[in-house]
């Protein structure tokens, strides 16, 4: 069984500081992952991507992967209260146009 | 670029009645979902069509649950019949081969 595992919070940061979200998967062979904003009453939006270990930055969004310890993280700088949302994980397991399987999503809540 | 498009947004019935979802994908992007998102949990995927053929359905309760792709653009999900526990929000997405764009989704209530 695919899992992919997310503390559903929520998370509250106080305005201007980093928010730090984490995300574990079951399957060592994942290959894409990627992160949502869902805003309540809305429908997911791709925000970031990964790909390989490391980071990568986007604007004040960054976006860590370790594949050897199966977590990626999502780092949000100057949290701003139009961040509050719930953030969901999603990961790919195989190359190609394989399923994205979604965690739970984390609920992030910053307060001005 | 035009985004996903569904409708209706919203839909109420009662229990044992039948409905049906439309989705029109990103055009030129093969890949096309069906996921459900109970209150509170991430989106479940129910299936996933590659042009016109089925990649994955393993988790569609096909007792009940059908879709289709007919000439590998638009799709429609059906429920028949439909039970209390249907109530969710119905959510079709595409990709070309990333991360997968949704469309706004059809909030559906079953009585």
């Known amino acids: 069984q695919k899992e992919v595992e997310q503390n559903s919070g929520p998370l509250s940061v106080p305005e201007g500081a980093i928010a730090s979200l984490n995300c574990t998967y079951s399957?060592?062979?994942?290959?894409?992952f990627f992160w949502y904003r869902q805003y309540s009453g809305k429908s997911p939006e791709l925000i970031m991507s990964i790909y390989s270990n490391g980071d990568k930055e986007d604007g004040r969004f960054t976006a860590q992967l370790n594949k050897a310890s199966q977590y990626v993280s999502l780092l949000i700088r100057d949290s701003q209260p139009s961040d509050s949302a719930t953030y969901l994980c999603?990961?790919?397991?195989?190359?190609?146009?394989?399923?994205?399987?979604f965690g739970k999503g984390t609920r992030l809540s910053v307060i001005a | 670029e035009a985004g996903v498009a569904q409708s209706p947004r919203y839909k109420i019935i009662e229990k044992r009645q039948s409905v049906a979802f439309w989705c029109n994908p990103i055009s030129g992007h093969a890949t096309l979902y069906w996921y459900q998102q109970i209150l509170g949990q991430g989106p479940k995927l129910l299936i996933q069509f590659q042009n016109n053929g089925v990649v994955d359905d393993s988790q569609l309760p096909k007792d009940r649950f059908s879709a289709e792709r007919l000439k590998g653009v638009d799709s429609t999900l059906k429920i028949q019949p439909a039970k209390l526990e249907d109530s969710a929000v119905y959510l079709c997405?595409?990709?070309?081969?990333?991360?997968?764009?949704f469309g706004p989704g059809t909030r559906l209530t079953v009585l």
């Open positions: 997405a595409s990709s070309s081969g990333q991360g997968g764009y």
């Open positions: 999603a990961v790919r397991w195989n190359s190609g146009n394989t399923p994205l399987v």
């Open positions: 399957d060592r062979v994942s290959q894409s």
